[in-house]
């Protein structure tokens, strides 16, 4: 274990020839020196083993992070992703350890709800785009008014297209009529989340409760408890929110099986792993609800940061421009945050307006 740490180190320390960080958040500020990029042509377990790294209690923390990252095990994550996870991050806090993490309570909901108060009333909820179509002067975007239960039309002189990537070929026009070779590479992994609702926080063995919380070799990721950061000297109810990837069987496979499962199926499947740790939340649970992700996040296959198929879904179309993290393999808010102003400024240069990012 501390072999591989070293070497994550050196990884996180290293620069190309180009002066670039090896690997860098966001990614594509990352080196484009070969001697890096050829990680991606191999999995992350390809280059444990190469590296002589095999102990069993190294190989599951990898494969827990690439799992808990990517939605994917080990052995079908690019090395150059699974690396980048390790040695991507240099922030240093004044007060704290380098690798503390800061959230918040909601999560990424924080940021998403500071990002939503700029819009004010111009955000439009309720809604769901069906078809992005050309028009002479720039595009029209189609979409389903729920409240008020009409289909209704935006003009624009142009568009992003913030949604996952693999969605635009069913609603952008020009790929309804010939689906884009590039999007087949983009594989997508697919996720159980679920929330349990207890009287009072779990028990147990071990550690003490703490605000992520992981079972080894579980075939889930563990917990995170909702009310962690709460200041009360007396702990009242709480919600435990699990997550499991679905990655026993290929992506497309785990998506059909999921579809016929029943959610008796999914409520033992849920308890059954949390019962290693704490058997007396099958009694004490007062609700417990499932949701499913079918294409939850990106999957970082080898070959897919540095392949063509990235490459050429990055390029918009006249008056379109897309953003969206999968496009950097990658579903982390930095990434998100990078497309989004990578698309922005592409709309005010096509504007003639010169603002700086």
């Known amino acids: ?105 909601e999560g990424n909901g924080w940021l998403a709800s500071r990002l939503r108060e700029a819009c004010g009333e111009r955000l439009r909820c309720d809604t769901v785009v069906y078809k992005v179509a050309v028009e002479a002067s720039g595009r029209r975007v189609e979409y389903w008014d729920a409240r008020g239960d009409e289909t209704r039309a935006l003009l624009a002189d142009q568009v992003i297209y913030a949604a996952p990537r693999f969605t635009a070929a069913y609603t952008v ?77 290929a992506p497309v496979a785990a998506r059909r099986a999921a579809l016929g499962r029943t959610y008796p199926e999914w409520r033992d499947m849920v308890l059954d792993d949390l019962g290693s740790a704490h058997p007396e939340l099958r009694e004490e649970a007062e609700r417990l609800d499932v949701w499913l992700w079918g294409h939850g996040m990106i999957r970082p296959e080898p070959g897919f940061f540095s392949g063509a198929a990235r490459a050429a879904a990055l390029r918009g179309l006249p008056g379109l421009h897309f953003a969206h993290s999968d496009m950097s393999g990658m579903s982390l808010f930095e990434e998100a945050h990078e497309r989004g102003i990578a698309a922005a400024d592409a709309v005010l240069k096509v504007l003639g307006r010169k603002v700086s990012s």
């Open 173 to 249: 026009e020009e790929y309804q009529r010939s689906r884009p070779e590039a999007l087949a590479a983009f594989h997508y992994a697919p996720w159980l989340v679920a929330n349990l609702s207890l009287p009072r926080p779990p028990r147990g063995k071990g550690a003490p409760l703490a605000w992520d919380n992981v079972l080894y070799e579980s075939p889930g990721l563990g917990y995170v408890v909702a009310t962690h950061q709460q200041l009360k000297s007396v702990p009242g109810p709480t919600v435990l929110t699990y997550y499991r990837p679905l990655d026993q069987e």
């Open 1 to 105: 274990m501390a072999r591989f740490h070293e070497k994550m180190a050196a990884f996180g320390a290293a620069k190309g020839g180009d002066g670039r960080w090896a690997f860098a958040i966001p990614a594509d500020l990352s080196s484009r020196d070969p001697r890096f990029l050829e990680l991606d042509r191999r999995s992350m377990a390809q280059w444990l083993e190469g590296e002589g790294l095999r102990t069993r209690p190294l190989r599951w923390y990898v494969d827990y992070c690439c799992r808990d990252d990517f939605g994917t095990p080990a052995a079908q994550v690019s090395a150059w992703a699974g690396i980048h996870y390790f040695a991507g991050r240099r922030g240093q806090a004044a007060n704290a350890e380098a690798n503390t993490v800061l959230t918040w309570p």
